[in-house]
């Protein structure tokens, strides 16, 4: 007798009770309280988030077999395993109907056929919202090559990402970072180096190559801002030396043998400058204008020739008058941050958009905070001259290299707290008191991510928009002559 081919109804039917046997077993029951924290990974326990981030997906640092997710007692995921990778969807949905609120995560897991609950967390939804975009150059932290670099743009209300410019596209050569004019997308530069780089400048998609530099200056633009009217740039020329310490908790040190501030002016293509920032014995560097243009903010010491009197050199910051109509700088300057009466070396100076804050970077000495394990982020309230606690954010690695949201209440920087070794880009919500919240890492689609990248996220930057160039621009437009200064 032949066998009849069982109904297809029979095996859907089969199928939705298998899978029905399966949700019912993955239901927690008799469950009992570890009364200890979640061990996930990376830690979103008691965050402020903001209504427009990506999913916060993590994993758990043990074997599961089964894990649940309840925000506020309702399931908001369920699967096997150890990683939690949310509906993007449903996650959107969440955030917009929670803004505001503190919200209640619970986490209960199956393991050997037990299931238990770990002590609640929170995520606090602001409806302060983060620029959707930010950049960065992936880098390996090291010191000895600088091949396979790129600088790459993140959707961060997803988890869309693209190369704007990439080392295997433009011959092999090293970039820097990039930055915005006031975190808009229709002005921004960086640089590419070596032969035929330059400074790429970005104007509403149109790229063009510049040589910002002229006869007497020890270099080209290294460390830039933009006028909040995008026609300045006040930029130092730096003469670079690198160095090695035989300490591997610092590995690489970079100091100036010289350095000067200039404002290049982008419409007529000429450069200028004053004799305060153009001392021979004096090193300027990190400049950056005020919201407002009134001033222009840098940070200066005494010049060094050799690596053994970098521990005794500490920048401070000042700041000097300057004209926006017609790129003139004043006669005198202001000490802000006195490095002798202080005892501690500042660089990396940012405004709040609002000019409420100033962030900047400390360290014991010198003007390379990245390798040094005790550099931390400072605050300064530009309208009492009071010093902030950031306590909350810093962290027993370095600390450094950040910027502002352009509503100026969200801080990125680069953080080194995982493992001492790989920067990535941490997120902190800063209320209009300069109060900070305890940071988090920009999330990832796979939990996975950052235990398996060999990369550093070195010099983030927040963005408004979307850059309006691509890759393949920014290829063509090296191939051209730059438009020099004079």
Known sequence: ???????????????????????????????????????????YKDITIPVNIAPLNFLLRENTEDICVYVDDDMIYQGSGNEVTFDEGEWRDMLNSSTGKRLRVRIV???????????????????DRVDPYITYRLIEPDYEVFNELVLQERCVESFDTRNFCDHNVIGNK?????????????????????????????????????????????SSSVYYSFSPNGR??????????????????????VFDSKSDVYIADL??????????????????????????????????????DSLPDLRKQRYSLCRIAFDEHDGTLGESVDTIYNSRTQGKS????????????????????????IWHRESDLQMMDMRTGETKDMNIVNSDMSDTYHSWSSNSRWLVFASKRDDGLYGK???????????????????????????????SFNAPEQGKG????????????????????R
């Not at 066998?3 to 029905?20: D, G, K, Q, S």
């Not at 500042?346 to 905070?369: L, Q």
């Not at 941490?426 to 990369?455: A, R």
């Open 174 to 218: 090293c970039m820097n970072c990039h930055v915005y004019s006031n975190q808009s997308p229709d002005t921004s530069m960086f640089y590419v180096r070596g032969k035929d780089g330059g400074a790429i400048l970005n104007t509403a998609g149109q790229l063009r190559k510049l040589d910002i530099k002229k006869e007497g200056m020890v």
């Open 267 to 304: 419409r007529d293509n000429s450069i200028k400058t004053c004799p305060m920032l153009c001392e021979d014995t004096i090193n300027e560097t990190f400049p950056t204008f005020s919201p407002d243009g009134k001033y222009v903010y840098y940070c200066t010491a005494p010049s060094i």
């Open 425 to 455: 880009a941490y997120y902190t919500h800063v209320d209009k008191d300069g109060e900070c919240s305890k940071p988090f890492v920009l999330p990832q689609k796979y939990p996975t991510y950052y235990d398996n990248t060999l990369k």
């Open 232 to 253: 300045f740039l006040v930029f130092s020329a730096n003469e670079i030396i690198p160095a090695f310490h035989s300490s591997a908790s610092k590995r690489m040190e």
């Open 109 to 127: 897991v199956k393991s050997a056929g037990k299931w238990k609950e770990y002590d609640a967390f929170t995520w606090e939804v602001s409806a």
């Open 346 to 369: 500042v660089c990396h100076p940012r405004f709040s958009p609002d000019g409420a804050y100033i962030v900047y970077t400390v360290a014991d000495y010198g003007t390379f905070p």
């Open 1 to 43: 007798m032949r066998n009849r081919p069982t109904p297809t109804y029979l095996i859907l039917i089969c199928a939705a009770l298998t899978l029905l046997s399966s949700c019912v077993s993955r239901i927690p029951k008799d469950v009992t309280h570890t009364h200890s924290e979640a061990p996930i990974y990376p830690d």
């Open 466 to 485: 979307k850059l309006p160039f691509s890759v393949n621009d920014v290829k063509r437009v090296l191939s051209s002559a730059p438009i020099r200064f």
